[in-house]
């Protein structure tokens, strides 16, 4: 468990940058958000391969993107114009749960984008991913529960312009 709250697996802040293209980042649990990966604070991730599987989280049980910004705005390569962008790889199998004491939250099972983050979807395939609730209740309410592949949230922008999100619940 990451004892910071975010990143189980890596994390990203404060302007920071991360090109994954290969590996894997598997079996992770964040007790916040970001089971595998979280990339926050202005910082960045640019993902054309590796496989991000079977990773826990309240908030974006694979990758968890919060005030993630672009690496170079004005770039002429398109990959720096965005907070994530996601141009391979595969994001499986990852979960999102509700925490009881934070207000019952479970967004993004595959991938949470919040907090006005940019991102865009180019390729790759995101798969199998769940938020769950497990039947869970607070004060008498149900659990929020949205977006079992990708969840967008808190004027966030998302450009999906390739890739396959499929099996998601």
């Known amino acids: ?21 290969g ?13 595998g990966i979280a990339v926050h604070d202005s910082s960045s991730m640019y993902l054309t ?20 910004k672009a690496f170079n705005p004005n770039s ?3 990959e720096e114009r965005y907070g994530i962008y996601l141009n391979g790889g ?3 199998e990852n ?19 919040s907090a006005q983050s940019t991102a865009k979807i180019n390729n790759g395939l995101i798969k199998d991913n769940i938020v769950s609730t497990d039947g869970t209740t607070a004060s008498g309410y149900a659990v929020n529960q949205e977006g079992g592949g990708v969840a967008v949230c808190e004027g966030s922008e998302v450009t999906f312009a390739g890739g396959t999100i499929e099996g998601n619940q």
């Open 90 to 92: 595969n994001v499986l």
């Open 95 to 113: 979960i999102a749960t509700p925490d009881i004491s934070r207000g019952s939250v479970a967004y993004g099972g595959g991938i949470c984008i």
């Open 23 to 35: 590996g894997y980042v598997v079996n992770n649990t964040a007790d916040t958000a970001g089971g």
């Open 1 to 21: 468990i990451s004892l910071g709250g975010s990143g189980g697996g890596i994390a990203i802040f404060g302007e920071g940058r991360i090109e994954m293209d």
């Open 49 to 68: 391969g590796g496989n991000i599987k079977n990773n826990q989280a309240h908030m974006g049980g694979g990758i968890s993107l919060n005030a993630a």
């Open 76 to 78: 002429t390569k398109e």
